[in-house]
Structures are given as C-alpha cells and as structure tokens.
C-alpha cells in the first residue's frame, strides 16, 4: 500500500504523519506532492533581518484543538528533542500567558471597554437565537441577516471579527459554528487570556519539528510538483482513483494508483496566490487558480465532489481579500511608545485593533524572538486589515496599493506616534503581503458546497484541509486541517483509534454557565 498526499501544508504533514503512527505505513511509501517551493502552505516564515521578516498570516490556537495536540504530542521540540512539540507549547504559554490590557484602542488612545461587550438585550438575544438555530436552516445566509446595525458597533463585534475575521456579509452557518467552539473564550475574549500562541513563529514551531520527524522515516517530498488530474477507475457507486498526473520540471508524470493504495488531496490554499510587496514598492496582485485547478477539474460534473467556485470565483475576492504586514525594527522607540500605550509588556498582550481605522488595522506584538535566530536588538512585530479595499485615513490609498512605508505610517499616525515617526520609520523594515482569498472561508456557503472527507462510495480517495467537510469544526483552524486527516484516514483505512469528537461548548456546563454569566 502506497500513499499519495497532495499539499504540503500542515495538514498534509498531518496526514503522513497519521498514516506513520496510526495506520502502520512506512514512510518509505508515502509521497507528498506541494506545488510550491517549500512545505508549510499558510505557516510560513520568509526573509531576515537584513531584508525584513515575513509572515504572511498567523492562526489562533485554543487548549481544546484535540486532533491537533494528539499529533503535536508525538513530534520532537526543535529547541529540546526531549520533550514534544505539544509540552513546549504549554509550557510556554503557562509561563507567558496573554493578558490583553488594551485589545481596543480608539484614535485618542483610549481603550475601549465596557459591560456586556456593549451588547443591548437584542444583541444578547440574537446571538442565542443563531447559537440554536439548526445548521440545516442556514444554507447561504449571512451574519447581518441575523442582527441589528447596532451589534455592528458593539466591542463585542470588533472583538469578534478581529479575533475570528467574519464580517457582517460573511457565512451565518460559520458564525454559528465558531459560537458554539468557542464560547469557552467568552468571558474572557477581551484580554485573550484563554487564546495561546507558538513559542516561535508558527512555520518554526510545528512545520519544522514535522519535517524533521517525517524526513529519517522516508517520507518523500516533492517541491514543484502540481498535480493536474486524478483518473478514476470505471465503478459504478464507487470513487476509486487509478492514476494521478504531475508536472515538476517542466516534464508530466504519470501514476499508477493501486486500489489498495490512498490518494488524500488538500483542496484549494487560503494563501493561493500571495504576492510580497517592500518598503518602496506595493505588493503585485496575482491570479494565478493553480491552488484549487484541481479541485475544479475533478468537480466538473459531480456534485459529492463540492463548488470550488464559491470560495474561489471573482465575486468572492473582496470579501475574502486581506492585507498583512510584517515589521522588522532595529529601534525600541515603538515596542516603548506600544508599552505606555497598552500597559503591557511586549507579549503578554494579544491583538490591539485600532478602532478608527478605515482599514480596520490589528496588530500583534511578538514575545521576543520571535523567529529561531533572530539577532539581538532586532524585534518583529505584525498587523492586518480586514478592508484592505478602502482608503486610508492619512495615506489616501487603498491598502492593497500601499508600500510598506506607507502601511507603516498610516499605523504609526493612528496611533499618533507623530513625534517618534521618523525614529521608527528609519529603523523599521515593513514587509506587505497581499492574499485575495485568505478569509474566503467565511464566504457564504451551504452544506454541499465543501466535499465530505471521505465522499460517499470513495474507496481509497479522501479530502484534506480548509475546503473538506467536517461536521461542528469551525474554519481557519490548524485544528480544521488535522482533523480532515485523521477523518479521512481513519474512514478509509479503518486502522487505529477514531478522532476525539468536536468540543462543543453549548454542551459544556461551565462554559455554558461563564458565558451565560458574562451576557447577562
């Protein structure tokens, strides 16, 4: 029995490294096709200190990402071989955990908070009201169809959408889903004392252990490699894949896939098509629709096979669009001016949204350091923009027109640091990166629009990632990308345990009762 994953990102790594530990395959017999340069997909870490880091985009973690922690519990730490991934990681955040002081700024420097998250007794109402709403009932429905215009303004929106990224035109259904997975945060989503963070950056801190578990026990990686069709072979009520075609090179490659063999494929990438700007320069827009060619080739004329087009047609980009940025700095003038501003120590804050800005700019402030190697005087830091699309409030641009220079002082005038800009502009590095599709995740949708991970009838073909259906999970989860693997595996192969199911917080007393406590 052989194994042919298509993806390189975390949840690909995923799959092999389940199929090695659980289902008794050696990696010798497993091959990984990825059509970049590098593994990683969304976790990745580019650039230095001299050139400027780049990170194009992060994911929050939570205690309760079971299939995820199952995993990181067998892979070695970079830093000690000693213990997992998964003891660092805790350990870490026991030792710095989050106590966000000031998670909403306004332009005046005020923090913004107040009781209740500022929800009215309709808006409480009307979170309990989609929270039981059937999911069978909001196929293609919207967030704003289920609240006031006045929800849109409360702390809890801005907490909320910054946190989790909806929007007010995004997927109802997903809105529900996060609700119920993470209702456990509620009480406390202002300072984020329950989110958790990597010790390093992400790509560092689990893609890199990974690799490094899965490269001695023979697992073949392919770089370069784009997969272009999967043949099926003729079964009626059955889906048995037969051949995959590849290109790497410049040269096609046919293979033979064995019905006893397992062919799991990532469907479409939320960094597809990313494009890295500099300080001088803009980033370039590409659209490129290799991430998710295949997906739309083996849709064509099935309806188990999920619409691709809805999470990657031209209607969906400006919703999906976002802006991220990485700072490279030199100076202390802006982790000082950040320090006085949210009374916290870099690190032990969160995320510190801006409220006024017509971008809706986040910002994260690393613990230090950041990246594995980072020089001593050298600090990162990050922001993003849900609404890249608008005009800025000092630079009159679009984000996704701007330098870096230029996104950096836009930040740096919101937060009226006027006296220290030109300190922090001469020693920073700001590195953009446009992604069209990044938050196409939260596009409207029903329940078939996203194959199952294992469709009905499939013998040896399974779905893995963002755009695989699993039943509760919520999106833009490194926990969403481990469980399709195990999913998958587990269905098809039927070897070792079956996954742990969804936490689901409605079902979970405390929570239940801290969040009920929190709203009333």
Known sequence: MKAHIVGGGFGGLAAAAYL??????????????????????????????????ILPAGALFDAEFRCTFDLLATIPSAGDPAISVKDEFFAFNKRYPFHDRAHIVDRDGHIVHSPHFGLSVRDRLDLVRLALTPEAMLDGRRVEEFFSPHF?????????????????????????????????????????????????????????????WLRPRGV???????VRDIDFAPSPGRITASRLDYERDGAATSVAVAPEDVVLVTLGSQVADLSVGSMTEAPRPRRSGRPWALWERLAQGRTDFGNPDVFFGTAQVPDAHWVT?????????????????????????????????SWLVTLSIFHQPEAIGQPPGTRLWWGYSLYPERNGDFVA?????????????????????????????????????????????????????RPRA???????????GQYAEVPQEPLFTIEYSARTAWEAIHRLLRRGPAPPPVYQGQYDPAALFAALKTLA
């Open 152 to 212: 849109f303004t409360t702390e809890f929106w801005l907490l909320w959408t910054t946190i989790m990224n909806p929007k007010p035109q995004s997927s109802a259904m997903e809105m529900r889903r996060f609700m119920n997975r993470f209702l456990r945060l509620l009480p406390d989503l202002s300072v984020m004392s329950h989110v958790l963070r990597t010790r390093f950056d992400q790509y560092e801190a689990i893609i890199e252990p990974m690799v490094a």
């Open 325 to 357: 940025f990485t700072v490279t700095t030199t100076g202390t003038e802006f982790f000082d001016q950040m320090t006085v501003l949210t009374g916290n120590e870099p690190g032990s804050g969160g995320l510190v949204t801006l409220k006024n800005s």
């Open 220 to 226: 073949t990686f392919l770089t370069g490699a784009f």
């Open 20 to 53: 090695i530990r659980d289902a008794g395959m050696s990696g010798q017999d497993i091959t990984i096709y990825e059509v970049g340069d590098r593994l990683g997909g969304a976790f990745s870490l580019a650039g230095s200190a001299a050139t400027g880091y």
């Open 397 to 449: 641009k679009h984000m996704d027109t701007c330098t870096g220079a230029e996104i950096l002082e836009e930040v740096l005038r919101q937060l009226r640091f006027d006296r220290q800009l030109d300190a922090i502009m001469a020693s920073s590095i700001c590195i953009p990166c446009d992604m069209p599709y990044v938050n196409n995740v939260w596009v409207p949708r029903r329940r078939t629009d």
């Open 454 to 464: 294992v469709p009905e009838g499939a013998t040896n073909l399974g779905f893995l």
